[in-house]
DNA sequence: AATATCGCATGATGAATATCATACGAAAAC
DNA sequence: GTTTTCGTATGATATTCATCATGCGATATT
Protein backbone atom coordinates (compact mmCIF):
# COMPACT_ATOMS: atom_id res chain seq x y z
CA UNK A 1 0.00 0.00 0.00
CA UNK A 2 2.54 2.26 0.52
CA UNK A 3 4.44 0.77 -1.84
CA UNK A 4 2.10 1.71 -4.47
CA UNK A 5 1.71 5.63 -3.20
CA UNK A 6 5.50 5.86 -3.57
CA UNK A 7 5.19 4.78 -7.02
CA UNK A 8 2.39 7.71 -7.92
CA UNK A 9 3.82 10.09 -5.41
CA UNK A 10 7.72 9.67 -5.63
CA UNK A 11 9.34 8.84 -2.45
CA UNK A 12 9.49 12.79 -0.49
CA UNK A 13 5.94 13.24 -1.23
CA UNK A 14 4.76 9.80 0.27
CA UNK A 15 7.10 10.61 3.47
CA UNK A 16 4.73 13.20 4.37
CA UNK A 17 1.37 11.41 4.20
CA UNK A 18 2.89 8.66 5.41
CA UNK A 19 0.47 6.24 7.57
CA UNK A 20 1.64 6.50 11.22
CA UNK A 21 2.44 3.27 12.64
CA UNK A 22 3.75 2.08 16.31
CA UNK A 23 7.06 1.78 14.39
CA UNK A 24 7.49 5.39 12.35
CA UNK A 25 5.73 7.18 15.60
CA UNK A 26 8.81 5.28 18.18
CA UNK A 27 11.08 6.12 15.30
CA UNK A 28 10.65 9.84 15.19
CA UNK A 29 10.54 10.06 19.13
CA UNK A 30 13.98 8.60 18.79
CA UNK A 31 14.97 11.04 15.89
CA UNK A 32 13.55 13.41 18.53
CA UNK A 33 15.60 12.31 21.48
CA UNK A 34 18.46 12.45 19.34
CA UNK A 35 18.08 16.12 18.49
CA UNK A 36 17.83 16.90 22.06
CA UNK A 37 20.63 15.02 22.83
CA UNK A 38 23.05 16.48 20.01
CA UNK A 39 21.91 20.34 21.79
CA UNK A 40 22.65 19.51 24.78
CA UNK A 41 25.79 18.33 24.50
CA UNK A 42 26.53 21.02 21.93
CA UNK A 43 26.25 23.57 24.49
CA UNK A 44 28.04 22.05 27.26
CA UNK A 45 30.99 20.49 25.15
CA UNK A 46 31.09 22.02 21.95
CA UNK A 47 30.82 20.58 18.59
CA UNK A 48 33.85 18.74 20.09
CA UNK A 49 32.05 16.63 22.70
CA UNK A 50 29.12 15.94 20.60
CA UNK A 51 30.28 12.84 18.85
CA UNK A 52 27.46 10.62 17.36
CA UNK A 53 28.69 7.78 20.12
CA UNK A 54 28.14 10.13 22.86
CA UNK A 55 24.82 11.77 21.62
CA UNK A 56 23.13 8.22 20.61
CA UNK A 57 24.56 7.12 24.38
CA UNK A 58 22.28 10.01 25.29
CA UNK A 59 19.23 9.45 24.02
CA UNK A 60 19.89 5.84 24.77
CA UNK A 61 20.63 4.15 21.82
CA UNK A 62 23.57 2.42 20.14
CA UNK A 63 26.26 4.57 17.68
CA UNK A 64 25.46 2.04 14.93
CA UNK A 65 21.76 3.13 14.48
CA UNK A 66 22.42 6.66 13.94
CA UNK A 67 23.10 6.56 10.09
CA UNK A 68 19.17 5.28 10.05
CA UNK A 69 17.87 8.50 11.67
CA UNK A 70 20.36 11.55 9.78
CA UNK A 71 22.29 11.73 6.64
CA UNK A 72 25.04 12.83 8.44
CA UNK A 73 26.70 14.08 11.39
CA UNK A 74 26.59 17.62 10.27
CA UNK A 75 23.06 17.55 9.19
CA UNK A 76 22.36 16.71 12.70
CA UNK A 77 24.59 19.45 14.10
CA UNK A 78 22.57 21.96 12.03
CA UNK A 79 19.20 20.97 13.07
CA UNK A 80 20.28 20.62 17.14
CA UNK A 81 21.35 23.95 16.61
CA UNK A 82 19.19 25.56 15.28
CA UNK A 83 16.52 23.68 17.88
CA UNK A 84 19.42 25.27 20.66
CA UNK A 85 19.50 28.33 19.57
CA UNK A 86 15.12 28.53 18.94
CA UNK A 87 14.76 27.11 23.02
CA UNK A 88 17.26 29.76 24.44
CA UNK A 89 16.31 32.81 22.92
CA UNK A 90 12.47 31.52 23.56
CA UNK A 91 13.23 32.26 27.29
CA UNK A 92 15.21 35.30 26.79
CA UNK A 93 12.16 37.20 25.66
CA UNK A 94 9.69 36.10 27.53
CA UNK A 95 8.08 38.77 28.76
CA UNK A 96 10.14 41.62 27.04
CA UNK A 97 7.67 43.37 24.97
CA UNK A 98 5.01 44.25 27.71
CA UNK A 99 7.77 46.52 29.41
CA UNK A 100 9.24 50.15 28.32
CA UNK A 101 12.17 49.33 25.55
CA UNK A 102 14.87 50.48 28.84
CA UNK A 103 13.69 47.97 30.91
CA UNK A 104 13.42 45.29 28.24
CA UNK A 105 16.94 45.80 27.17
CA UNK A 106 17.84 45.36 30.75
CA UNK A 107 15.88 42.38 31.33
CA UNK A 108 17.56 40.95 28.26
CA UNK A 109 21.28 42.00 29.35
CA UNK A 110 20.70 40.34 32.56
CA UNK A 111 19.57 37.24 31.23
CA UNK A 112 21.94 36.87 28.95
CA UNK A 113 25.10 38.27 30.96
CA UNK A 114 24.06 36.90 34.46
CA UNK A 115 25.47 34.49 36.84
CA UNK A 116 22.98 31.86 35.63
CA UNK A 117 24.13 31.38 32.58
CA UNK A 118 27.40 31.82 33.21
CA UNK A 119 27.45 28.68 34.54
CA UNK A 120 24.35 26.91 33.16
CA UNK A 121 25.61 25.36 30.18
CA UNK A 122 22.57 22.38 29.61
CA UNK A 123 20.48 25.78 28.23
CA UNK A 124 22.51 28.28 27.46
CA UNK A 125 23.67 30.32 24.31
CA UNK A 126 24.97 27.98 21.60
CA UNK A 127 26.26 30.75 20.07
CA UNK A 128 28.66 31.27 22.99
CA UNK A 129 28.93 27.54 22.95
CA UNK A 130 29.86 26.71 19.24
CA UNK A 131 31.87 29.68 18.40
CA UNK A 132 34.01 29.73 16.57
CA UNK A 133 33.41 25.73 15.67
CA UNK A 134 31.02 27.13 13.51
CA UNK A 135 32.89 29.61 11.35
CA UNK A 136 35.34 26.37 10.70
CA UNK A 137 32.40 24.08 9.76
CA UNK A 138 30.31 22.95 6.90
CA UNK A 139 28.20 25.04 5.03
CA UNK A 140 25.36 22.99 6.11
CA UNK A 141 26.45 24.17 10.15
CA UNK A 142 27.09 28.37 9.52
CA UNK A 143 23.84 28.33 7.41
CA UNK A 144 21.70 26.83 10.45
CA UNK A 145 23.71 29.62 12.54
CA UNK A 146 23.55 32.38 10.15
CA UNK A 147 19.33 31.63 9.88
CA UNK A 148 19.38 31.60 13.51
CA UNK A 149 21.24 34.21 14.36
CA UNK A 150 18.61 36.19 11.99
CA UNK A 151 15.80 34.51 13.65
CA UNK A 152 16.73 36.00 17.46
CA UNK A 153 17.73 39.50 16.17
CA UNK A 154 14.29 39.42 14.73
CA UNK A 155 12.40 37.92 17.90
CA UNK A 156 14.62 40.26 20.43
CA UNK A 157 14.06 43.49 18.25
CA UNK A 158 10.50 42.40 18.33
CA UNK A 159 10.42 42.01 21.66
CA UNK A 160 11.76 45.15 22.20
CA UNK A 161 9.26 47.37 19.96
CA UNK A 162 11.57 47.98 17.43
CA UNK A 163 10.68 46.13 14.40
CA UNK A 164 12.73 47.61 12.53
CA UNK A 165 16.06 47.93 14.11
CA UNK A 166 17.48 44.67 13.53
CA UNK A 167 21.49 45.67 13.75
CA UNK A 168 20.80 46.89 17.29
CA UNK A 169 19.83 43.72 18.03
CA UNK A 170 22.35 42.40 16.28
CA UNK A 171 24.78 44.43 18.34
CA UNK A 172 23.42 43.63 21.58
CA UNK A 173 23.97 39.76 20.65
CA UNK A 174 27.65 40.44 19.74
CA UNK A 175 28.30 41.92 23.39
CA UNK A 176 25.95 39.45 24.97
CA UNK A 177 28.24 36.83 22.98
CA UNK A 178 31.49 37.94 23.34
CA UNK A 179 30.81 39.22 27.44
CA UNK A 180 29.69 35.50 27.74
CA UNK A 181 32.69 33.70 26.73
CA UNK A 182 35.11 35.79 27.75
CA UNK A 183 33.63 35.51 31.10
CA UNK A 184 33.44 31.74 30.91
CA UNK A 185 37.61 31.42 29.79
CA UNK A 186 38.96 33.20 32.74
CA UNK A 187 39.62 31.16 36.30
CA UNK A 188 38.94 34.14 38.62
CA UNK A 189 35.20 34.13 39.42
CA UNK A 190 35.18 38.06 40.32
CA UNK A 191 36.31 38.66 36.79
CA UNK A 192 34.19 37.21 35.20
CA UNK A 193 31.11 38.96 37.06
CA UNK A 194 33.19 42.48 36.44
CA UNK A 195 33.49 41.20 32.35
CA UNK A 196 29.74 40.21 32.53
CA UNK A 197 28.66 44.02 34.55
CA UNK A 198 31.28 46.20 32.34
CA UNK A 199 28.95 44.83 29.18
CA UNK A 200 26.00 45.06 30.86
CA UNK A 201 26.26 48.57 31.63
CA UNK A 202 27.94 49.55 27.93
CA UNK A 203 24.51 48.59 26.85
CA UNK A 204 22.52 50.24 29.08
CA UNK A 205 24.37 53.41 29.59
CA UNK A 206 22.88 54.54 26.60
CA UNK A 207 19.78 53.07 25.58
CA UNK A 208 17.95 55.09 22.21
CA UNK A 209 16.01 57.58 23.94
CA UNK A 210 13.00 56.92 25.54
CA UNK A 211 9.68 57.64 23.76
CA UNK A 212 8.71 61.04 24.48
CA UNK A 213 6.36 63.19 22.11
CA UNK A 214 8.36 63.69 19.82
CA UNK A 215 8.41 60.49 16.57
CA UNK A 216 12.02 58.83 16.37
CA UNK A 217 12.08 59.17 12.80
CA UNK A 218 12.80 62.89 13.60
CA UNK A 219 15.28 62.37 16.38
CA UNK A 220 18.58 64.18 15.90
CA UNK A 221 20.90 62.65 14.04
CA UNK A 222 24.20 61.12 15.34
CA UNK A 223 26.84 62.31 12.18
CA UNK A 224 28.53 59.51 11.15
CA UNK A 225 32.49 60.24 11.71
CA UNK B 1 80.91 21.78 34.66
CA UNK B 2 77.29 22.10 33.89
CA UNK B 3 77.10 18.95 36.08
CA UNK B 4 78.47 20.26 39.21
CA UNK B 5 76.71 23.78 38.94
CA UNK B 6 73.61 21.74 38.46
CA UNK B 7 74.38 20.08 41.81
CA UNK B 8 75.22 23.22 43.41
CA UNK B 9 72.62 25.03 42.00
CA UNK B 10 69.42 22.78 41.52
CA UNK B 11 68.12 22.16 38.16
CA UNK B 12 66.04 24.85 37.64
CA UNK B 13 68.10 27.45 38.55
CA UNK B 14 71.07 26.30 36.38
CA UNK B 15 68.84 26.56 33.10
CA UNK B 16 69.35 30.43 33.90
CA UNK B 17 73.29 30.32 33.55
CA UNK B 18 73.49 27.60 30.88
CA UNK B 19 76.03 28.10 28.68
CA UNK B 20 74.57 28.87 25.64
CA UNK B 21 76.44 26.29 22.92
CA UNK B 22 75.58 25.16 19.24
CA UNK B 23 73.29 22.58 20.20
CA UNK B 24 70.95 24.82 22.84
CA UNK B 25 71.06 27.78 20.49
CA UNK B 26 69.55 25.97 17.78
CA UNK B 27 67.31 23.90 20.51
CA UNK B 28 65.93 27.50 21.48
CA UNK B 29 65.78 28.75 18.35
CA UNK B 30 63.12 25.82 17.09
CA UNK B 31 60.99 25.77 20.40
CA UNK B 32 60.17 29.27 19.19
CA UNK B 33 59.11 28.04 15.77
CA UNK B 34 57.51 25.57 17.58
CA UNK B 35 55.62 28.33 19.26
CA UNK B 36 54.82 30.55 16.04
CA UNK B 37 53.43 27.67 14.34
CA UNK B 38 51.07 26.35 17.11
CA UNK B 39 49.57 30.16 17.28
CA UNK B 40 49.39 30.14 13.34
CA UNK B 41 47.43 27.08 13.52
CA UNK B 42 45.69 28.23 16.75
CA UNK B 43 44.42 31.13 15.12
CA UNK B 44 43.41 29.22 11.59
CA UNK B 45 42.18 26.27 12.82
CA UNK B 46 41.34 26.44 16.72
CA UNK B 47 42.82 24.42 19.05
CA UNK B 48 41.53 21.42 17.21
CA UNK B 49 43.86 21.81 14.38
CA UNK B 50 46.79 22.70 16.13
CA UNK B 51 48.06 18.90 16.66
CA UNK B 52 51.41 18.40 17.95
CA UNK B 53 51.90 16.40 14.37
CA UNK B 54 50.92 19.36 12.49
CA UNK B 55 52.43 21.87 14.28
CA UNK B 56 56.00 19.94 14.74
CA UNK B 57 55.32 19.12 10.85
CA UNK B 58 54.91 23.37 10.65
CA UNK B 59 58.06 24.29 11.80
CA UNK B 60 59.48 21.71 10.04
CA UNK B 61 60.03 18.81 12.68
CA UNK B 62 58.90 14.87 13.35
CA UNK B 63 56.11 14.25 15.71
CA UNK B 64 58.19 12.40 18.59
CA UNK B 65 60.10 15.18 19.70
CA UNK B 66 57.77 17.03 21.07
CA UNK B 67 57.95 16.55 24.54
CA UNK B 68 61.47 17.41 24.58
CA UNK B 69 60.63 20.94 24.25
CA UNK B 70 57.43 21.08 26.26
CA UNK B 71 55.88 19.45 28.90
CA UNK B 72 52.72 19.00 27.48
CA UNK B 73 50.11 19.84 24.76
CA UNK B 74 48.68 22.23 27.02
CA UNK B 75 52.13 23.84 28.18
CA UNK B 76 52.43 24.96 24.50
CA UNK B 77 48.91 25.90 23.77
CA UNK B 78 48.89 28.23 26.77
CA UNK B 79 52.40 29.97 25.13
CA UNK B 80 50.66 30.11 21.86
CA UNK B 81 47.65 31.44 22.99
CA UNK B 82 49.68 34.55 24.78
CA UNK B 83 52.11 35.04 22.12
CA UNK B 84 49.31 35.26 19.46
CA UNK B 85 47.00 37.82 21.79
CA UNK B 86 50.62 39.79 22.32
CA UNK B 87 51.51 39.74 18.53
CA UNK B 88 47.55 41.09 17.65
CA UNK B 89 46.81 43.05 19.87
CA UNK B 90 50.15 45.10 19.46
CA UNK B 91 49.22 45.42 15.81
CA UNK B 92 45.75 47.39 16.74
CA UNK B 93 47.15 49.92 19.04
CA UNK B 94 49.87 51.18 16.86
CA UNK B 95 49.39 54.75 16.65
CA UNK B 96 46.42 55.06 18.56
CA UNK B 97 47.80 57.14 21.53
CA UNK B 98 48.05 59.85 19.47
CA UNK B 99 44.67 60.08 18.61
CA UNK B 100 41.93 62.05 20.04
CA UNK B 101 39.46 59.28 21.72
CA UNK B 102 36.96 59.30 19.61
CA UNK B 103 39.17 58.54 17.02
CA UNK B 104 41.45 55.93 18.70
CA UNK B 105 38.29 53.99 19.00
CA UNK B 106 36.81 54.37 15.83
CA UNK B 107 40.22 52.95 14.25
CA UNK B 108 40.55 50.15 16.83
CA UNK B 109 36.92 48.81 16.19
CA UNK B 110 38.05 49.26 12.02
CA UNK B 111 40.80 47.06 12.58
CA UNK B 112 39.11 44.84 14.44
CA UNK B 113 35.63 44.61 12.88
CA UNK B 114 36.84 45.18 9.61
CA UNK B 115 37.10 43.31 5.71
CA UNK B 116 40.93 42.23 6.44
CA UNK B 117 40.48 41.00 9.78
CA UNK B 118 37.03 38.86 8.62
CA UNK B 119 38.66 36.88 6.48
CA UNK B 120 42.47 37.06 7.56
CA UNK B 121 42.53 34.49 10.20
CA UNK B 122 46.91 33.75 10.05
CA UNK B 123 47.21 37.07 11.99
CA UNK B 124 43.75 37.43 13.20
CA UNK B 125 43.00 37.54 17.11
CA UNK B 126 42.99 34.57 19.07
CA UNK B 127 39.72 35.73 21.00
CA UNK B 128 37.54 35.23 18.01
CA UNK B 129 39.50 31.95 17.01
CA UNK B 130 39.63 29.89 20.12
CA UNK B 131 36.40 31.36 21.53
CA UNK B 132 34.78 28.59 23.75
CA UNK B 133 37.48 26.08 23.46
CA UNK B 134 39.06 27.48 25.61
CA UNK B 135 36.30 27.94 28.43
CA UNK B 136 36.47 24.48 28.18
CA UNK B 137 39.85 23.75 28.15
CA UNK B 138 42.57 23.31 31.10
CA UNK B 139 43.23 25.73 33.56
CA UNK B 140 46.86 26.58 32.02
CA UNK B 141 44.92 27.28 29.02
CA UNK B 142 42.37 29.64 30.81
CA UNK B 143 45.05 31.24 32.95
CA UNK B 144 47.03 32.21 28.99
CA UNK B 145 43.53 33.45 28.33
CA UNK B 146 43.01 35.66 31.78
CA UNK B 147 46.25 37.34 31.57
CA UNK B 148 46.46 37.62 28.04
CA UNK B 149 42.54 39.41 27.86
CA UNK B 150 43.74 41.93 30.64
CA UNK B 151 46.82 43.06 29.00
CA UNK B 152 44.66 43.69 25.58
CA UNK B 153 42.55 45.77 27.95
CA UNK B 154 44.88 47.42 30.41
CA UNK B 155 46.59 48.20 26.10
CA UNK B 156 44.03 49.66 25.02
CA UNK B 157 42.44 51.48 28.27
CA UNK B 158 45.91 53.09 27.66
CA UNK B 159 46.31 53.13 24.51
CA UNK B 160 42.88 55.64 24.60
CA UNK B 161 44.22 57.49 27.35
CA UNK B 162 41.65 55.91 29.74
CA UNK B 163 44.21 54.63 31.97
CA UNK B 164 41.85 53.17 34.38
CA UNK B 165 38.93 52.32 32.47
CA UNK B 166 39.36 48.89 31.88
CA UNK B 167 35.77 48.12 31.81
CA UNK B 168 35.15 50.43 28.51
CA UNK B 169 37.96 48.58 27.04
CA UNK B 170 36.62 44.91 28.28
CA UNK B 171 33.16 45.85 26.76
CA UNK B 172 34.49 46.97 23.72
CA UNK B 173 36.61 43.98 23.48
CA UNK B 174 33.49 41.80 23.79
CA UNK B 175 31.58 43.76 20.84
CA UNK B 176 34.77 43.28 18.49
CA UNK B 177 35.08 39.32 20.08
CA UNK B 178 31.35 38.54 19.45
CA UNK B 179 30.70 40.29 16.61
CA UNK B 180 34.05 38.87 14.02
CA UNK B 181 32.61 35.75 15.60
CA UNK B 182 29.10 36.55 14.25
CA UNK B 183 30.75 37.79 11.01
CA UNK B 184 32.72 35.07 9.89
CA UNK B 185 30.03 32.40 10.87
CA UNK B 186 27.31 33.61 8.56
CA UNK B 187 27.32 32.21 4.89
CA UNK B 188 25.96 35.46 3.60
CA UNK B 189 28.87 38.01 2.66
CA UNK B 190 26.61 41.36 3.16
CA UNK B 191 25.22 39.90 6.08
CA UNK B 192 28.96 39.61 7.70
CA UNK B 193 29.59 43.05 6.42
CA UNK B 194 26.30 44.36 8.25
CA UNK B 195 27.20 42.88 11.26
CA UNK B 196 30.57 44.02 11.61
CA UNK B 197 29.12 47.66 10.61
CA UNK B 198 26.34 47.30 13.26
CA UNK B 199 28.87 46.96 15.96
CA UNK B 200 31.25 49.44 14.99
CA UNK B 201 28.50 51.89 15.40
CA UNK B 202 27.27 50.64 18.45
CA UNK B 203 30.42 51.27 20.19
CA UNK B 204 30.88 54.94 18.44
CA UNK B 205 27.53 55.75 19.53
CA UNK B 206 28.02 54.66 22.82
CA UNK B 207 31.36 55.99 23.78
CA UNK B 208 31.41 58.26 26.65
CA UNK B 209 31.20 62.34 25.90
CA UNK B 210 34.08 64.21 24.70
CA UNK B 211 34.72 66.41 27.93
CA UNK B 212 32.12 69.18 27.24
CA UNK B 213 29.51 71.45 29.73
CA UNK B 214 27.08 68.91 28.61
CA UNK B 215 26.96 65.46 31.27
CA UNK B 216 27.20 62.50 28.93
CA UNK B 217 23.80 60.61 29.85
CA UNK B 218 21.97 63.28 28.11
CA UNK B 219 23.03 63.09 25.08
CA UNK B 220 20.48 62.14 22.61
CA UNK B 221 21.65 58.81 20.93
CA UNK B 222 21.56 58.22 17.06
CA UNK B 223 18.57 55.81 16.58
CA UNK B 224 19.07 53.66 13.13
CA UNK B 225 16.76 53.62 9.98
C1' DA C 1 -0.75 -17.33 9.55
C1' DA C 2 2.95 -16.39 6.40
C1' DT C 3 5.83 -13.03 4.63
C1' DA C 4 8.04 -8.58 4.18
C1' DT C 5 9.75 -4.53 6.43
C1' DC C 6 12.58 -1.84 9.21
C1' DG C 7 14.34 0.01 13.72
C1' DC C 8 18.05 -1.11 16.26
C1' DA C 9 22.33 -3.65 18.11
C1' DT C 10 26.73 -5.58 17.23
C1' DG C 11 30.86 -5.21 15.42
C1' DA C 12 34.39 -4.08 11.68
C1' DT C 13 37.22 -0.68 9.43
C1' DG C 14 40.30 2.87 8.83
C1' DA C 15 41.81 7.35 10.04
C1' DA C 16 43.57 10.60 13.42
C1' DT C 17 45.41 11.48 17.86
C1' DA C 18 48.53 12.11 22.33
C1' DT C 19 52.05 10.13 24.45
C1' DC C 20 56.11 7.44 25.20
C1' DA C 21 60.31 4.27 24.20
C1' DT C 22 64.14 3.51 21.65
C1' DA C 23 67.90 4.53 18.60
C1' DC C 24 71.11 7.37 15.83
C1' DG C 25 74.41 10.80 15.01
C1' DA C 26 76.38 15.14 15.69
C1' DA C 27 78.04 18.16 19.14
C1' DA C 28 80.15 18.84 23.65
C1' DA C 29 83.07 17.45 27.48
C1' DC C 30 86.98 15.35 29.01
C1' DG D 1 90.71 10.95 20.58
C1' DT D 2 87.45 8.87 23.48
C1' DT D 3 83.38 9.20 25.93
C1' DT D 4 79.19 11.45 27.19
C1' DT D 5 75.29 14.18 26.21
C1' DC D 6 71.28 15.40 23.89
C1' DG D 7 68.37 17.02 19.88
C1' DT D 8 65.86 14.68 16.73
C1' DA D 9 63.79 10.70 14.00
C1' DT D 10 61.39 6.44 13.87
C1' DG D 11 58.08 3.77 15.34
C1' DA D 12 54.83 1.57 18.85
C1' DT D 13 50.65 1.84 21.67
C1' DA D 14 46.29 2.80 23.07
C1' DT D 15 42.25 5.75 22.35
C1' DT D 16 38.71 7.96 20.01
C1' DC D 17 36.08 8.75 16.14
C1' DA D 18 32.80 8.56 11.75
C1' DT D 19 30.96 5.53 8.82
C1' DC D 20 29.17 1.30 7.10
C1' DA D 21 27.79 -3.87 6.77
C1' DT D 22 25.36 -7.46 8.72
C1' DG D 23 21.84 -9.72 11.34
C1' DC D 24 18.03 -10.13 14.76
C1' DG D 25 13.51 -9.57 16.24
C1' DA D 26 9.41 -6.96 16.67
C1' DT D 27 6.01 -4.89 13.81
C1' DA D 28 3.36 -4.23 9.62
C1' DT D 29 1.32 -6.17 5.41
C1' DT D 30 -1.00 -9.56 2.79
Redesign the interface.
Known amino acids: MTLVIRKILGASQAEEIHKVTRRSARKATMRRKIVDAASRRLRV??L??ATIANVLGDAGLTHGTFYAHFESKEALLAEAFITAAADTSERWIKGISDLPIERGVELLVNRNLGTAHLRNLRTGCP??????????GS?EL??A??QS??AVARKVSGALGKQ??I??A??????????L??A?????EK?AL??M???R??VL?????KKTGRS?RS????S??
Open positions: QGEGFVAAGAEVWRSREYEMLNDDLLAIHAVCVGGTMRSVLDLRIRACEFERLPAHRIIRRR
